[in-house]
């Protein structure tokens, strides 16, 4: 039986096959995404991975449906697998807003869903670092959500070098929009023209453009000058005193096609080109309103960052690391007569933090080394009776082939040394 | 807009209402359910919460629909959110089963998902801990999967006075039955029986027993003389070595509801008998081949344990640890000029690894100092520049109120040390 197409299976390392999907790297994603997030003091939150289907239609209209795993569940309601965290983020908060010192910084690590047309390697899930800032509109905020963006990718052993961050406003748009035109009924219609620049022949865009009375060549100089607002000013002064300048640059030709964003917006890039966007986000301060049903209203930002493009931008970048089962120790069971005492061994050396394994059914002595190598256990470690009837423990460092003897009493002290300094 | 009924909202700690369900205690189960599984050399994996349906019904019959999140996707496949793991688990291993060295020790922390009959506080999903092994028939491996069940349910601080695994053999109840009777049609509804002789009144079980051409007395005996099986002896006697008998004893009340187990089963209880069983599990020898459709045949064993009994459970025996943000230290920027420094300052405290927080915007001096006592900060750190230009940081510990000055250059090994002290 076949799982679903789009779908991915986690195994464990090593792989059986090098395109399978790895649980082990899925996790040393996860535990960098956790550990910068609560460094910047941001809190976890999670919500279900099924919602009303209403949720997500308010946001993003009826248009939305076609790609979602949306059904009618067995009491008749009609209900949706998330496609995206902000509803759910948006009528948490909404629940609970008195409740909570503003501003709040919240992160989840949600696994999402999309019903796309079957496309080679295209998945129909993923997970996505979410991280928010609700209850803020000094630039600021921006600039820490930034930041965090930044480092998390840099935690990943990234560099200024690897990745840049486009920063851009929808406010420097809506100005020059309106500037030009006082028909507000184009002003999203236009945004989407932008979004598509570069991927789109100049004559196509010059046409749409010129149709909506601007030009593609007022719009390209508009870019090409980049001139900073006052709130991207602020955030790029607060960027550079943090040291991460480097990291970030002003282009406006990213908008960002979802229709919420209400200031600035920006992605992260692979300066080499080879890949999608490995992150994105902005601000969307009437977002919590609209979800709230008008009750809560708070200024809030955000980005996601998915971990497909994440796993195979730092693996093309040679950044993954290898991922062992870290065993501290493998138990060799040569004397039948010492199967007891070596599970008692096997306990109290796991109750002290080792990771430790062993052949849990009786094996010959070579079967079981070999399983020890299999396992690229660290040390194994084995009982042996004097004829005086003490009890000594044999450790071997299986790399070094260093082996020492003591007391078995002193074995999980010897072991644990030994652990901690790796 | 409210979240569907069944489902679960995970917020940050503090939290604003107490019945509901914190993103901290989930984070802190699974933490213990994977550090535990991992010192027992158990390797992580996981499939998709999204499987097709027939997965489900070749393995349960198609009475498991009526409990299923089932339905149709765009793609006209019959798809089912999983309401259990094991499936996926023998679908995952019949399809590299020979990439992997046996015996497979493998753990997973799935969502699992089930739409039942709507009763109050009843979940539809719940997260629960998985581990299996895969590839071993001696009751060796039996041990040591029921050793590290007792060994997690210790890692909460429980003890043998706290809870209890019953111990029971579906080979006992088989040899039972064949011995009495030789119409195999009907041992399973046997099984049923037993299964609810706890819970049912016992004229019913009896009556229902005697239908079947046995009698509640002679039932009620098996189970009160309790003889273990050589199987089960094997497991005790692998337990005792381990120091772990107070937390086992034979019951053969427990027979385990479904179908698919073949030998040992098992069930964790409370000992005061307030909740459902925290755990349960057994072998299931057959399994993987149904699954495989006969092409892959291996003996296995797992077992399964549920979040929300778990947290109930370790609630009501006060092993509940306090969720802080563990704030390291708020950043109090007093004077606009040291806005700067102070952002430099709080990048090179989380670069060292520290938890770093402060007002995203300017404040006034006391509500920044207002926040990092909501906030719960081990310390505040202020820059001050000195007449003579010199940059200082003071460092308070707002528990003790103990406050030391130092050159800023110095401030972050200072916090660090004091930080890793705790």
Redesign the interface.
């Known amino acids: 039986?076949?799982?679903?197409p789009g779908?991915?299976?986690?195994?464990?390392?090593p792989l059986?096959?090098p395109d399978?999907w790895s649980?082990?790297a899925?996790?040393y994603i996860f535990d960098k995404w956790r550990g910068m997030a609560?460094?910047?003091?941001f809190?976890?939150?999670?919500?279900?991975?099924?919602?009303?289907l209403?949720?997500f239609t308010?946001k993003s209209g009826e248009e939305i449906v076609g790609q979602l795993?949306n059904?009618?569940?067995?009491?008749e309601?009609e209900?949706s697998?998330r496609p995206e965290m902000t509803p759910?983020l948006a009528?948490?908060v909404a629940?609970?807003e008195?409740?909570?010192?503003k501003?709040l910084?919240?992160f989840s690590l949600p696994?999402l869903?999309r019903?796309e047309r079957?496309q080679k390697g295209r998945l129909r899930?993923h997970f996505q670092l979410n991280a928010d800032?609700v209850g803020?509109?000094?630039p600021?905020?921006d600039a820490?959500l930034i930041?965090l963006l930044i480092?998390i990718l840099r935690s990943f052993g990234l560099t200024e070098k690897d990745f840049v961050l486009r920063l851009s406003s929808r406010n420097a748009w809506q100005e020059f929009y309106r500037q030009r035109q006082c028909d507000g009924a184009q002003e999203y219609a236009f945004y989407q023209i932008i979004d598509k620049l570069e991927r789109e022949a100049p004559e196509l865009s010059d046409e749409k453009l010129t149709g909506m009375g601007f030009s593609l060549g007022e719009v390209s100089s508009f870019i090409e000058q980049g001139q900073p607002t006052a709130e991207l000013e602020a955030i790029l002064?607060?960027l550079?005193?943090?040291?991460?300048s480097d990291y970030v640059k002003i282009d406006y030709h990213v908008i960002r096609g979802l229709a919420y964003y209400t200031g600035v917006v920006f992605e992260a890039f692979d300066r080499q080109g080879e890949f999608r966007a490995i992150a994105g986000g902005g601000r969307y301060d009437n977002l919590v309103k609209l979800?709230?049903?008008g009750s809560v209203d708070l200024p809030a930002l955000g980005f996601g960052m998915g971990d497909v493009v994440l796993f195979e931008f730092i693996k093309a970048r040679g950044l993954l690391p290898r991922f062992d089962?870290?065993?501290d120790a493998f138990c060799l069971i040569e004397n039948a007569e010492l199967?007891?005492?070596s599970?008692?061994l096997?306990?109290d050396l796991?109750?002290a933090?080792?990771?430790?394994?062993y052949s849990?059914?009786?094996a010959k002595s070579d079967k079981q080394f070999k399983?020890a190598q299999?396992?690229k256990a660290v040390h194994t470690i084995k009982l042996e009776r004097r004829q005086a009837g003490e009890l000594l423990a044999k450790i071997k460092h299986l790399q070094t082939r260093e082996e020492t003897v003591v007391p078995a009493a002193e074995a999980i002290e010897r072991l644990r040394q030994r652990s901690s300094q790796r």
């Open positions: 039986m076949e799982r679903l779908f991915r299976d986690f195994y464990p390392e059986p096959k399978l649980a082990d899925r996790q609560r460094r910047y003091s809190r976890e939150y999670d919500g279900p991975p099924l919602e009303p209403e949720l308010t795993y059904f009618k569940d067995k009491g309601r209900i697998l759910t009528r948490m629940s609970y008195r409740s909570y010192k501003p910084k919240w696994q869903f019903y079957q899930e800032i803020e509109s000094d600021g905020a820490e930041a480092d002064t607060n550079a005193a943090r040291g991460l979800i709230s049903g089962a870290a065993l199967r007891n005492e599970l008692r096997i306990q796991r109750a933090g080792l990771v430790v394994d849990l059914a009786p399983r299999e396992l």
